[in-house]
Each structure stands twice: as structure tokens, then as C-alpha cells.
């Protein structure tokens, strides 16, 4: 066949039809059974119903931190037959932060038993990275969206029914991560004032 003519992908098509020939029509069937699963995303953890919940206070800092300065996500890549890969990050400022990614670092590893990675980029930024499918799930099953927070976020309604404690907890880490504490000169510094930013309104609401 002239090059020229040829299909763009008849490389792969020639592969593909290589790879089918050698295997029997059980496992071609396994295989393709395989790949719909993940491209339609319905390959459920195993343990996915034993999530952990917010009544465990340690999670609920990590929580508020992820909530925070964080976000959770999964993309699809296409190497051999594709498949979803589950990302959840933690950012902050490599001056300041380091310390207390070190503290959510340990939180994760002794609590989902993982091992997250911390990396340092040159624009003084530091970045916790989780790369797990439970993780993202749990979020997830939180009411956590994944992606980019949407400004309609909220607390889930378990969240609101959480014991005083926990829920102070999470505002912990959402103030560690999204908010500052100062007081003012005018006032002679006699006033501390605690303040959590975030661009959703109703999360705003509820924090009040």
C-alpha cells in the first residue's frame, strides 16, 4: 500500500488486529470488558464501602485543608488500553507550609496508608500529591466535587449534622490553608480577628 494512502491510524489498527489474533476470544472479550470499564469509569474500589467518615476528628482537619487549598480529580490517559488516574492535591508556600503539609502527609499515611509525595517548585510553592482512587472517592462520597470548587459549594448535609468538635476541626484546616489571623493597629491590637476567604457564597453563609 503507498504510504501516502495510508490511514492515520492504521498503525495502531494493524496492532490491534495483531495483538486479537494471539489471544483467544475469552480473554480479547476479558480485555475489551476491561477497557469499557474504564473509560465509562464504573471499576469500583473493592472496599469502596468501607469509606471513612468525618466522625474520625483527624479526618476532619484534613478535610477542612483539602477544602481549603486543595482539589481532587481524575483523568483519563490513554496508554495501553487507558484507564482513569486519581489525583488530590494539597498546595501551599514552601517557606511557610512545609511543616504542616508534613503534618497532613503523616495524617494521610497512618490513616489511608499511603505514602503521598511533597514536591518543592521553583515559584516557592509547595505540593502534596495523593495518588489514589480511594482518597478521591472518599471525598467524593463527602460531597467534595471533583475538579475546580464550584462558587455553589456548600457543606454536604452530613457534614452540618457532624458533633461541634468535628466541624471546628474542619474549620481548622480551612484556616490553616485559607485564612489568616491578625488584629489591628488602630485598635491597638486589642481585638483578634479570624478570617477564612473563599469565593463560595454559600459556604461563606454557613461558615457565619
Known amino acids: 500500500m503507498d ?3 495510508r490511514p492515520k491510524n492504521w498503525g495502531q489498527r ?3 488486529l495483531t495483538t486479537a489474533s494471539r489471544i483467544s476470544k475469552i480473554e480479547l472479550s476479558k480485555k475489551m470488558a476491561q477497557v469499557r470499564s474504564h473509560i465509562n469509569g464504573n471499576n469500583k474500589p473493592k472496599n469502596f464501602d468501607n ?6 476528628p483527624v479526618l476532619c482537619e484534613l478535610f477542612g485543608a483539602i477544602l481549603g487549598d ?4 481524575k483523568y483519563f490517559v490513554k496508554e495501553g488500553y487507558g484507564k482513569f488516574i486519581y489525583l488530590t492535591r494539597i498546595s501551599g508556600n514552601a517557606s511557610k507550609d512545609l511543616d504542616y503539609l508534613g503534618k497532613l502527609k503523616s495524617i494521610i499515611e497512618k ?4 505514602n503521598p509525595s511533597i514536591k518543592l517548585r ?6 502534596l500529591t495523593i495518588k489514589s482512587r480511594f482518597v478521591h472517592e472518599w ?3 463527602l460531597g467534595f466535587p471533583s475538579g475546580k470548587k464550584p462558587r455553589t459549594y456548600k457543606f454536604s448535609q452530613e457534614i452540618l449534622c457532624l458533633p461541634e468538635e468535628n466541624i471546628n476541626l474542619i474549620l481548622r484546616g480551612l484556616l490553616d490553608t485559607d485564612g489568616h489571623i491578625n488584629a489591628r493597629k488602630d485598635e491597638n491590637y486589642k481585638y483578634t480577628y479570624v478570617t477564612i ?6 459556604l461563606r453563609k454557613q461558615i457565619k
Open 111 to 114: 490513616n489511608f496508608g499511603l
Open 51 to 56: 469509606l471513612p467518615s468525618l466522625e474520625n
Open 139 to 141: 471525598l467524593i462520597s
Open 3 to 5: 504510504s501516502d494512502k
Open 70 to 73: 486543595g482539589y481532587t480529580a
Open 197 to 202: 476567604t473563599t469565593y463560595c457564597q454559600h
Open 14 to 16: 494493524k496492532g490491534g
Open 122 to 127: 521553583k515559584d516557592n510553592s509547595a505540593i
